[in-house]
């Protein structure tokens, strides 16, 4: 079983920064596709960011485009989102998941992680 285990959040105030980790343990995948979604209350979970396997296939959504940036360090299983210019409405919990395939474009992610609170203040 894979297991990831995401961390980073916090309180911050608008125009502010923050970086999530997300590090993969247990069961090796080799080169798993990674990705961050995002929940906000009473809200449905929303695709945030994803990195291909290899790092060279970053995919971000609208709202993420220009502020936030997606990387990953495969010698320490880890993925990382730098999140800048912060907004109120990015307020959520943020998960990191993961799928096996190389460069997965769905939404059905085969692993994930128990989330992580990200609160943006005005």
């Known amino acids: 079983q894979v297991q990831l285990l995401d961390s980073g959040g916090g309180m911050v105030q608008a125009g502010g920064s923050l970086r999530l980790s997300c590090e993969a343990s247990?069961?090796?995948?080799?080169?798993?596709?990674m990705a961050w979604f995002r929940q906000a209350l009473g809200k449905e979970r929303e695709f945030v960011a994803r990195?291909?396997?290899?790092?060279?296939?970053?995919y971000f959504s609208d709202s993420a485009r220009g502020r936030f940036s997606i990387t990953r360090e495969s010698a320490k299983n880890t993925v990382y989102l730098q999140m800048n210019s912060l907004k109120p409405e990015d307020t959520g919990i943020y998960y990191c998941?993961?799928?096996?395939?190389?460069?997965?474009?769905?939404?059905?992610?085969?692993?994930w992680g128990r989330g992580t609170q990200v609160t943006v203040s005005s």
């Open positions: 247990g069961r090796t995948i080799v080169n798993p596709t």
């Open positions: 998941a993961a799928h096996s395939a190389y460069h997965f474009t769905g939404d059905n992610y085969q692993y």
């Open positions: 990195i291909s396997g290899g790092g060279g296939a970053v």
